[in-house]
């Protein structure tokens, strides 16, 4: 934990600092607030609210402290959905940093967030009936990408810290995988990025971002 350190955003979320690369996990402004924000409403909710669907694939890049994946099946236990999520992360976290993190329900020992970090990796795991995860130990240039997903959560660090994975090989390798009405969810509003976007077919909207940040964006497949 050494290069790592918990610091509380303005919700009262934690979120992790990587002391080396001087970078956050999430918004200082409220780590839960921005993630329900770019990833839940503007994308899962979106999309199931738009399509309906009993059954949803959801691809994230970068699964870090975990927060978007329990969100997410916070989200499937409400909406009575079954969702199976796909978490790529070469770097997970060690035990003694993730289980000092104040997410989930302290009433239910975080056991949902407890059983994600503790489930194998590169094999699918079914957390409670229907929602499983599958998470890649994997970068992204290394991973195979088989499958195809209703919508992807790009929450990989900034361009800044890891540029390879914004750049158009690594974006086209994700929206290829996007199906057809899907939807590609991400915090950044690069303009780059969504040139890149629509150069890989997509329909990209800026969006309103969370607190503390301007605007986010949103593509989608037609």
Partial sequence: MDDLEIITTSDGSHTLRNKQLKETYHSIHGAVQESMHVFIRHGLEFFNDQHQSNGISVLEVGFGTGLNALLTLQY???????????????FPLEEEVWSKLNYGDPDKGNEHFKSMHEAEWNTEVSLIPGFSILKRK?????????????????????????????????????????????????????????????????????????????EMVRGRRG
């Fill in 138 to 214: 994997r970068t992204l240039q290394e991973v195979e990408l088989n499958d195809v997903y209703d919508v992807i959560y790009f929450d990989a660090f900034g361009p800044s810290i890891q540029p390879e994975l914004w750049e158009y090989a690594a974006l086209e390798k994700v929206v290829g995988v996007l199906k057809v009405n899907g939807v590609f969810v991400t915090y950044s509003a690069k303009g780059q990025l969504k040139r890149d976007l629509r150069l890989l077919g997509l329909a990209v909207e800026t969006l309103a971002g969370p607190p503390g940040k301007n």
């Fill in 76 to 90: 499937a236990v409400e909406k009575h959905i079954n969702i199976r999520y796909t978490a790529i992360e070469p």
